[in-house]
């Protein structure tokens, strides 16, 4: 089994910044594909950013293109989201979420992974 624990969530004026950290257990994460959903009140839960694990591939959705950095260390088995030049319209719940397989392309479908976080909130002022 493996368990998601997000950190880094809050309460941020526009243009602001935040990073959010996601620790994942288990033993052969080199393989997995992690990425980051969000749902804001009254929305269906929505693709962000996702990141494989073994080669680093990225993938953003256009909101946050040029914005937002999905990153990793592999060490210590966690993912991080860099979020620059936040919006009022970027205010969520952030959820981590995991599956063992590579995804690739796939990665921009919540049905596609297996384990996810508990979610982390982020609200952005203006």
């Known amino acids: 089994q493996v368990q998601l624990v997000e950190s880094g969530g809050g309460l941020v004026q526009a243009g602001g910044s935040l990073r959010l950290s996601c620790a994942a257990s288990?033993?052969?994460?080199?393989?997995?594909?992690m990425g980051w959903f969000r749902q804001a009140p009254g929305k269906e839960r929505e693709f962000t950013a996702a990141?494989?694990?073994?080669?680093?591939?990225?993938y953003y959705t256009d909101s946050v293109k040029g914005r937002f950095t999905i990153s990793r260390d592999n060490a210590k088995n966690t993912v991080y989201l860099q979020m620059n030049s936040l919006k009022p319209e970027d205010t969520a719940v952030y959820y981590c979420?995991?599956?063992?397989?590579?995804?690739?392309?796939?990665?921009?479908?919540?049905?596609?992974?297996?384990?996810w976080g508990q979610g982390t909130q982020v609200t952005v002022s203006s």
């Open positions: 288990g033993r052969t994460f080199a393989t997995f594909t």
């Open positions: 979420a995991a599956t063992r397989k590579y995804l690739g392309s796939n990665a921009y479908f919540p049905q596609n992974y297996d384990y």
């Open positions: 990141i494989t694990m073994r080669d680093g591939n990225t």
